[in-house]
């Protein structure tokens, strides 16, 4: 199993816990007696994607549902439908009970005849934590991306957070994405931008605004992508990571008397110390804003495949001038968010490796080749907002396996409480 960075994960784990999450609407639960709070709570067929693989790393393509248990907060459910895609290939290998009527968003008007074999993409350019410097390396990697990952018959979006200024509705033309490429531009904070930036009570200001911009991007659509149904969906998010906190030590200064900067007044250390107090919940901060993104992610029963293009980060430029430990440290905590945002959607990160190409056949294997197993959710606890899932082969040694493991409840609106 792969494991995620244990103090990121453990923060995120207690946050999805704690905060009240969501599902697609479905059967709400009988109204409490008068006088009792009523929360109404809509629980619909709940789907989950797959991974088969064996000890040599390959697909294993003839499991059946015999094969399969699901558990929900440790409670069996019965899989009422199991799907197999492979090679492009649909095939149902137990139907699923009728569909509701769902509004959906509007797909593209042209695609392809086989439509359900296709996956869906979305590509985010977290342009606001790419470097400058690094925008030929950028560009070189999505056209990766679009030669090694997008395929035809795949519908994909794109959309960036920052001045590149992407925002392309789900299509099937790869040209489009090849155009793209080309106004793709890193425009990321530098380390000496973060240090000589302004402070707010909770940290640098300008670290927590782009880092709320880039997840209120992804959060949308991600929303978006909950109201597709039956289609593989996998998001690419292409970007740095997330610290609330960089290089700490190089913000506070180096006065030895007040820990501010040289050249302040006693007052002016006293309000920066003030600041730094603030900023001692940075990652518990983090945790939460992780744990809403993989909550929707998990709702929409889409996998985040995180990307990092700086790959190997040997140290910092020469003109930062930073303390190569407290760079280090910086390093390891962006990546750590990457890795936090995969592996709690079932996807994986592709952090500290200059091989992409490596790192993209295995995104576009596990996204090509996969089990969609459906259930009717019988959980004893109606009111239990986050749900476990566990998937487990029966007398299969040697073959393992990969899925999301939660999703939570989506609270109904209050209108609808009435």
């Given at each position: 199993?792969?494991?995620?960075?244990?103090?990121?994960?453990?923060?995120?784990?207690?946050?999805?816990?704690?905060?009240?999450?969501?599902?697609?609407?479905?059967?709400?639960?009988?109204?409490?007696?008068?006088?009792?709070?009523?929360?109404?709570?809509?629980?619909?067929?709940?789907?989950?994607?797959?991974?088969?693989?064996n000890n040599q790393d390959q697909f294993v393509a003839d499991l059946t549902k015999a094969d399969f248990e699901i558990f929900e907060d440790g409670v069996k459910q019965e899989i009422t439908s199991l799907t197999l895609v492979h090679g492009g290939?649909?095939?149902?290998?137990?139907?699923?009970?009728?569909?509701?009527?769902?509004?959906?968003?509007?797909?593209?008007?042209?695609?392809?005849?086989?439509?359900?074999?296709?996956?869906?993409?979305?590509?985010?350019?977290?342009?606001?934590?790419?470097?400058?410097?690094?925008?030929?390396?950028?560009?070189?990697?999505?056209?990766?991306?679009?030669?090694?990952?997008?395929?035809?018959?795949?519908?994909?979006?794109?959309?960036?957070?920052?001045?590149?200024s992407l925002a392309i509705d789900p299509t099937y033309d790869r040209k489009i994405l090849d155009e793209a490429i080309k106004k793709i531009t890193g425009n990321g904070l530098k380390p000496s931008d973060v240090i000589q930036g302004a402070e707010?009570?909770?940290?640098?200001?300008?670290?927590?605004?782009?880092?709320?911009?880039?997840?209120?991007?992804?959060?949308?659509?991600?929303?978006?992508?909950?109201?597709?149904?039956?289609?593989?969906?996998?998001?690419?998010?292409?970007?740095?990571?997330?610290?609330?906190?960089?290089?700490?030590?190089?913000?506070?200064?180096?006065?030895?008397?007040?820990?501010?900067?040289?050249?302040?007044?006693?007052?002016?250390?006293?309000?920066?110390?003030?600041?730094?107090?603030?900023?001692?919940?940075?990652?518990?901060?983090?945790?939460?804003?992780?744990?809403?993104?993989?909550?929707?992610?998990?709702?929409?029963?889409?996998?985040?495949?995180?990307?990092?293009?700086?790959?190997?980060?040997?140290?910092s430029d020469l003109d930062e001038q930073l303390d190569p430990v407290e760079f280090g440290e910086y390093v390891r905590k962006t990546q750590d968010s990457l890795r936090v945002l995969a592996e709690e959607t079932g996807g994986i990160a592709v952090?500290?490796?200059?091989?992409?190409?490596?790192?993209?056949?295995?995104?576009?294997?596990?996204?090509?080749?996969?089990?969609?197993?459906?259930?009717?959710?019988?959980?004893?606890?109606?009111?239990?907002?986050?749900?476990?899932?566990?998937?487990?082969?029966?007398?299969?040694?040697?073959?393992?396996?990969?899925?999301?493991?939660?999703?939570?409840?989506?609270?109904?609106?209050?209108?609808?409480?009435?």
């Open positions: 199993m792969r494991k995620t960075p244990l103090r990121l994960a453990g923060m995120v784990a207690l946050a999805c816990t704690t905060a009240l999450g969501a599902q697609a609407p479905g059967q709400a639960p009988q109204p409490a007696p008068s006088g009792q709070p009523q929360f109404r709570v809509a629980i619909d067929y709940v789907t989950t994607d797959v991974i088969a693989r290939r649909v095939h149902n290998l137990a139907a699923p009970p009728p569909p509701t009527a769902q509004e959906g968003i509007i797909l593209p008007p042209s695609r392809p005849r086989n439509d359900t074999a296709g996956r869906i993409f979305l590509i985010i350019v977290d342009d606001l934590h790419l470097d400058f410097r690094n925008t030929g390396r950028i560009r070189d990697l999505f056209k990766k991306i679009s030669k090694t990952l997008v395929h035809e018959g795949d519908m994909f979006s794109i959309v960036s957070t920052g001045p590149s707010g009570s909770d940290g640098p200001s300008e670290v927590r605004y782009r880092a709320h911009v880039a997840f209120s991007t992804a959060y949308d659509m991600l929303s978006q992508m909950e109201k597709i149904n039956n289609r593989r969906k996998a998001v690419i998010w292409v970007s740095n990571g997330y610290d609330f906190n960089p290089f700490s030590e190089s913000r506070l200064g180096e006065d030895p008397v007040f820990g501010g900067r040289f050249g302040q007044t006693r007052e002016e250390g006293r309000q920066q110390q003030d600041q730094f107090k603030g900023s001692q919940f940075a990652d518990a901060d983090l945790a939460r804003e992780l744990a809403e993104i993989t909550r929707t992610a998990n709702r929409a029963n889409a996998t985040l495949y995180t990307i990092d293009p700086r790959g190997l980060v040997a140290g952090v500290n490796q200059n091989n992409f190409d490596k790192g993209l056949k295995r995104i576009d294997a596990e996204t090509s080749d996969y089990y969609m197993l459906g259930y009717s959710s019988t959980n004893p606890d109606p009111l239990k907002r986050t749900r476990r899932i566990e998937v487990k082969l029966v007398n299969k040694p040697g073959v393992n396996v990969w899925s999301r493991t939660s999703y939570s409840l989506r609270q109904l609106p209050a209108a609808t409480q009435k």
